[in-house]
């Protein structure tokens, strides 16, 4: 149950768009369409952003989107705004009801 | 509002042990899996442990296997996790989250467990 990789950090100018990359195997990523993403703030609770890959639960901005393909799943956050600033994670199934999270790319501003 | 309060997190020492508690608001708690999650200061997030609705089913990281035990009391609405054989390594904020949508929503604010001589 090795993390899924994510790149430490990655930036934007305010407006611009950012994609996150979470690397994984056949046996999680590549295997499930039950990839979720999450945003943390400094000292707060995660917040799930996107679930089954590129769906958004009611209430995120639809300038969050996800996808996937083969063993890589993405988080594209457009229209960069100042209170996307925060760490994300990505998560996927990993068979017999086992879960794994990505290593956490911080995002912010250039 | 929907919403999920842990307690029962503080310090303890190396192979001692330490039982948490998650109270569930604003839904119906035994009709939801339930996870818990932790994270290692300045640390990414790992999956513990989930239960299934009517607490029959259980599963667990590798590491934790045999320390840690996740249960529920669906009447009581409340989520458990008792920690046994703590190892510094497992020191972590420690968050409760419902099984949603195949993500985790919503988390509670967590509760610290700290494990050191």
């Known amino acids: 149950q090795s993390a899924l990789t994510q790149p430490p950090s990655a930036s934007g100018s305010p407006g611009q768009s950012v994609t996150i990359s979470c690397t994984g195997t056949s046996s999680d990523v590549g295997g499930y369409n039950y990839v979720s993403w999450y945003q943390q703030h400094p000292g707060k609770a995660p917040k799930l952003m996107i679930y089954e890959v590129s769906k958004r639960p009611s209430g995120v901005p639809d300038r969050f989107s996800g996808s996937k393909s083969g063993n890589t799943a993405s988080l594209t956050v457009s229209g960069l705004q100042a209170e996307d600033e925060a760490d994300y994670y990505c998560?996927?199934?990993?068979?017999?009801?086992?879960?794994?999270f990505g290593t956490g790319t911080k995002v912010t501003f250039l | 509002e929907v919403q999920l309060v842990e307690s029962g997190g503080g310090l303890v020492q190396p192979g001692g042990s330490l039982r948490l508690s998650c109270a569930g608001y604003?839904?119906?708690?035994?009709?939801?899996?339930m996870s818990w999650v932790r994270q290692s200061p300045g640390k990414g997030l790992e999956w513990v442990a989930n239960i299934k609705p009517d607490g029959s089913d259980k599963y667990y990281v590798d590491s934790v296997k045999g320390r840690f035990t996740i249960s529920r009391d669906n009447a009581q609405n409340s989520l458990y996790l008792q920690l046994n054989s703590l190892r510094v390594e497992d020191t972590a904020v420690y968050y409760c989250?419902?099984?949603?949508?195949?993500?985790?929503?919503?988390w509670g604010q967590g509760t610290m467990v700290i494990v050191s001589s």
């Open positions: 604003g839904f119906t708690f035994s009709n939801f899996w």
């Open positions: 998560c996927s199934y990993a068979g017999t009801s086992n879960w794994v």
């Open positions: 989250a419902r099984d949603y949508l195949w993500g985790r929503s919503p």
